[in-house]
């Protein structure tokens, strides 16, 4: 129960969590009679653990966690993706990388792994497993513009399989391979894509990855030269 009551503090960064918010996550919205007070002397007992009774603090709103980015790999994580952010709106895309290389190294799992993902942080690690997919995906989409299309192909594919249902990196997958001389197989992750989403759901492939299976027919030059991040709006153009 420590360590779920550390996670739930942790997953809120620093911010407060009233007692019942607390009792709540504890145990999942069946909080016992007497929940109040033993919150409290799990309270007490983690400052323990902890070392720091400043660690865990009370105030008007309830209890929160004080905590820096460099304590917690999840900020730490977030933190590097905001940085590559900004050195890629600044044109800067090594370093970019290197940021996005940075923040993805710092996995070793998955969030929250040995404690019950339920509640607050179950939210929590849907959260961090999406911002990890989506640096993969900025990563990749650097990889691409900075000319490394045969380098990404083994893992925008490995990402692809694991994230069948997932427009993005289908349409990056078809252009890494478009742009590194193989149409025909550009061509085949549409046919299997379409095949899938037909078979299971019942709906068809996207407008974005019609638009780019038309344009790998046609050979479009612009697909050599557009900006990964850039890609829905060539494909939105009336004439791709």
Request: proline fraction near 3%; charge should be neutral.
């Amino acid at each position: 129960m420590l360590r779920r009551l550390l996670a739930v503090l942790l997953c809120r960064s620093g911010r407060p969590l009233s007692l019942d918010e607390l009792a709540e996550a504890l145990w999942e919205d069946s909080p016992p009679d007497g929940a109040r007070s033993t919150l409290q002397v799990y309270v007490h007992r983690l400052r323990k653990v902890l070392g720091d009774s400043g660690r865990v603090v009370h105030n008007g709103a309830g209890y929160r966690i004080v905590v820096e980015a460099a304590d917690v790999d999840a900020m730490r994580f977030e933190a590097a993706i905001a940085r590559a952010r900004a050195a890629r709106g600044r044109g800067e895309l090594e370093r970019a990388g290197e940021l996005l290389g940075e923040a993805t190294a710092l996995w070793r799992g998955r969030p929250y792994a040995d404690i019950a993902g339920t509640g607050i942080i179950a939210g929590e690690i849907r959260r961090l497993e999406e911002l990890r997919l989506l640096a993969d995906q900025e990563r990749l989409e650097i990889a691409l513009d900075r000319g490394r299309h045969a380098q990404v192909v083994p893992e925008l594919t490995d990402l692809a399989d694991g994230h069948p249902y997932r427009e993005r990196l289908l349409a990056l997958l078809m252009l890494a391979l478009y742009r590194s001389g193989r149409q025909a197989d550009a061509l085949e992750v549409f046919r299997r894509t379409r095949l899938r989403l037909s078979q299971e759901l019942g709906v068809e492939p996207t407008r974005l990855l019609q638009r780019l299976h038309e344009a790998i027919l046609r050979g479009d030059g612009r697909l050599l030269l557009i900006e990964a991040d850039r890609l829905d709006g060539l494909c939105a153009a009336s004439s791709v």
